[in-house]
């Protein structure tokens, strides 16, 4: 699913990005080291533990001008972090002064489309200190999707689903008359992209990293998001070690690696051997199976697995039309793949399109028993997909960028699985999800994960489910239809069953847009639409920072809502500190209990109960436990008042956003 944010009448009006706000200080400006664009302090345990430094480009020197904060869907601003980038025309530079010693750095960018879709390219200059220039080459080949799911890259297209009901025109535009006008590009989205780039030397706290637009790029403007300032250690080498060079792999790039791939694996399969894949970049345009084996890179700075997206001659089984870069196991039909360990390179590809029979991601297949750590995915439809029943895979250190769907997904009875202190930055769907797609994912743990910016749908999603926990991690700036963090009963996933707890969270700038139903989500939404959800589901420690609307919602689909309840959700200890609506939005039949959730600038009513909308004499439907310690509120007084207990009706459908303050130590 999806999110927009602050003002609903702006949702699908915004289209190319708002106009700068103000012309930012050209002056030279201390190192502010930020996380999810917060103060580090308000985020302290939570989320992934990496190895670089994030700077905000609005907090850094620039002669440009500063875009945001905006988080009205279809706008450059709102899929930037924190809400907020700097501009660049031609001559103008964005500059950050280094926080601590580095020699690689990483740019969140986002440069115009061609007229007619595909991308373009531009140059963007970057010194040290005025001198060492280095030129990268930015593209916007992977960016700028438009349009109805499953999306075009063509920002003339007519609309895709001409029969589906459209929020622009609030009707469904093949049965209405006068036929509606609808702006094109429509929906335009997935703006931004990164680079990284090896300094060639270490530089020292201080020093200041000038990234230029020169004097007439062929881009009219480039937005600079953010930089990541890193210190990358030296290549890790294995001599024992099936190496692919011996096996005829091009560590330059020119030749196809595949052939050579499969006969290092298997050679270390026959000699009880690790492979090793030395510092290059490597030509893969097709699946590598792995079963059985071990595959080290140099690290993911010094590997690079590259391919380029291959149509099929004929569709495969599984409906897919392409194939291209990525390391699959064994799919579970055909028993699967166990003792995989990958650790240590890139997987990079040049998916621009969204196909969902596609398999282009950069993991996949089912994997027991396995390892992924130190991986770097980018341009693949997914970074992650598995496809079980599979058992016992931990998947760390690694980051996931620039996808066109999920950046993880564990699909049907992934079991004993641990996801921990990975970093996940623009996925075009979920960053991490769950899906019990059938046969139950059960004893999972996704724990200390950083999610940022899914341009579609929800930071961290669980998909029904048994025994999964959600903990410790940071989701941040959700677009439209979705939210931060999000329990399902959907897409014809298992019923929840044992327990699902998610655990000190935090979640910050969510609570966003649902386009469909035109209504704010929370912050953490619990949805009921498949069948009842009634299993131990406990939220526990989440902090809920600067949300857009709600805080937490529990709602169910209008055609199900006398058919389905959420019952017995347990929210203890958590602080809200933020919405630009209520603290609980009640859109279902059932109920759920509260103690210890401490609220403050709080924008609507705390609780805004509309249950399932049949407004008895008896009140709502949906019943408001309290056991005590629910304190705090905003602008209309306690958000847990005695009066609007246990079921008061307070249903105001789309009550008016109030800004709140950023957020602070609590």
């Known amino acids: 699913m999806a999110v927009a944010s602050a003002t609903v009448a702006a949702v699908g009006l915004s289209l190319v990005g708002s106009a700068g706000t103000a012309l930012a200080s050209t002056t030279s400006a201390a190192p502010v080291v930020t996380r999810a664009a917060l103060d580090p302090a308000l985020v302290a345990g939570r989320g992934a533990g990496v190895g670089f430094l994030d700077q905000e480009a609005e907090n850094a020197a620039t002669n440009g001008t500063l875009i945001g904060p905006d988080r009205a869907a279809y706008s450059l601003p709102a899929e930037a972090s924190g809400r907020k980038a700097v501009k660049l025309t031609g001559g103008q530079y964005v500059e950050f002064t280094l926080p601590a010693a580095a020699n690689a750095i990483t740019v969140r960018y986002s440069i115009p489309d061609a007229p007619n879709g595909g991308g373009i390219t531009a140059p963007l200059n970057v010194t040290v200190n005025g001198k060492n220039k280095q030129v990268m080459t930015l593209t916007s080949e992977f960016s700028w999707l438009y349009n109805q799911y499953p999306f075009s890259n063509d920002p003339n297209a007519d609309l895709l689903h001409a029969d589906w009901w459209i929020t622009e025109c609030a009707c469904v535009p093949a049965f209405t008359e006068p036929k509606p006008v609808i702006t094109k590009p429509f929906r335009p989205m997935h703006f931004y992209d990164e680079q990284r780039l090896l300094l060639g030397k270490t530089y020292k706290a201080g020093d200041k990293v000038r990234l230029t637009v020169p004097a007439g790029s062929n881009a009219a403007w480039t937005v600079i998001d953010l930089l990541d300032s890193e210190l990358v250690g030296k290549p890790h080498v294995r001599l024992v070690a099936s190496n692919v060079l011996a096996f005829g792999a091009d560590p330059t790039g020119r030749r196809e690696s595949a052939d050579a791939f499969d006969r290092a694996i298997a050679f270390a399969k026959k000699w009880h051997l690790k492979v090793y894949v030395p510092p290059g970049v490597y030509q893969v345009n097709r699946h590598i199976i792995v079963d059985d084996v071990t595959i080290e890179g140099a690290g993911n700075w010094y590997t690079v697995i590259r391919g380029s997206e291959v149509a099929l001659t004929e569709p495969a089984e599984d409906g897919s039309v392409h194939t291209g870069v990525g390391f699959y196991g064994k799919y579970a039909e055909d028993g699967g793949s166990s003792n995989v360990h990958l650790s240590g390179f890139t997987i990079q590809g040049d998916v621009s399109e969204r196909i969902d029979?596609?398999?282009?991601?950069?993991?996949?297949?089912?994997?027991?028993?396995?390892?992924?750590?130190?991986?770097?995915?980018?341009?693949?439809?997914?970074?992650?997909?598995?496809?079980?029943?599979?058992?016992?895979?931990?998947?760390?250190?690694?980051?996931?960028?620039?996808?066109?769907?999920?950046?993880?997904?564990?699909?049907?009875?992934?079991?004993?699985?641990?996801?921990?202190?990975?970093?996940?930055?623009?996925?075009?769907?979920?960053?991490?999800?769950?899906?019990?797609?059938?046969?139950?994912?059960?004893?999972?743990?996704?724990?200390?994960?950083?999610?940022?910016?899914?341009?579609?749908?929800?930071?961290?999603?669980?998909?029904?489910?048994?025994?999964?926990?959600?903990?410790?991690?940071?989701?941040?700036?959700?677009?439209?239809?979705?939210?931060?963090?999000?329990?399902?009963?959907?897409?014809?996933?298992?019923?929840?069953?044992?327990?699902?707890?998610?655990?000190?969270?935090?979640?910050?700038?969510?609570?966003?847009?649902?386009?469909?139903?035109?209504?704010?989500?929370?912050?953490?939404?619990?949805?009921?639409?498949?069948?009842?959800?009634?299993?131990?589901?406990?939220?526990?420690?989440?902090?809920?920072?600067?949300?857009?609307?709600n805080a937490i919602m529990m709602v169910s689909e209008w055609g199900v809502k006398d058919l389905v309840q959420i019952r017995g959700v347990k929210f203890k200890n958590l602080r809200i500190d933020g919405t630009g609506t209520s603290v609980l939005s009640g859109r279902v039949e059932g109920g759920a209990s509260f103690e210890n959730v401490d609220a403050r600038n709080v924008g609507a009513v705390g609780i805004n109960n509309c249950g399932s909308f049949h407004f008895t004499p008896a009140g709502s439907e949906f019943v408001v436990t309290d056991l005590g310690g629910n304190d705090g509120g905003g602008t209309t007084g306690p958000w847990m008042a005695s009066w609007e207990l246990p079921n008061t009706i307070t249903c105001d459908d789309r009550p008016p956003v109030v800004v709140p303050p950023a957020p602070s130590p609590w």
């Not at 398999?359 to 028993?369: H, K, M």
């Not at 019990?436 to 930071?459: I, K, M, R």
């Not at 969510?510 to 912050?523: S, V």
């Open 357 to 549: 029979t596609d398999q282009v991601n950069g993991i996949g297949g089912a994997l027991s028993d396995s390892t992924i750590d130190g991986l770097y995915i980018q341009h693949t439809k997914v970074g992650m997909w598995f496809d079980g029943p599979m058992d016992n895979i931990k998947i760390t250190d690694s980051i996931i960028v620039d996808q066109m769907a999920d950046a993880l997904n564990f699909r049907k009875g992934v079991t004993n699985s641990l996801v921990s202190n990975n970093f996940i930055r623009n996925t075009g769907d979920d960053g991490l999800a769950m899906w019990s797609d059938g046969v139950a994912d059960a004893n999972n743990v996704y724990d200390h994960n950083t999610v940022q910016t899914p341009t579609l749908a929800n930071g961290i999603a669980i998909y029904g489910g048994t025994n999964n926990t959600v903990s410790n991690n940071l989701v941040a700036d959700p677009i439209r239809e979705g939210s931060g963090l999000h329990a399902g009963s959907r897409f014809g996933a298992t019923a929840f069953d044992g327990h699902l707890k998610f655990t000190n969270n935090t979640v910050v700038r969510a609570g966003t847009y649902e386009l469909n139903w035109n209504i704010g989500l929370g912050a953490i939404w619990i949805y009921a639409l498949d069948k009842t959800i009634d299993a131990d589901i406990q939220v526990t420690g989440d902090h809920y920072l600067d949300s857009t609307y």
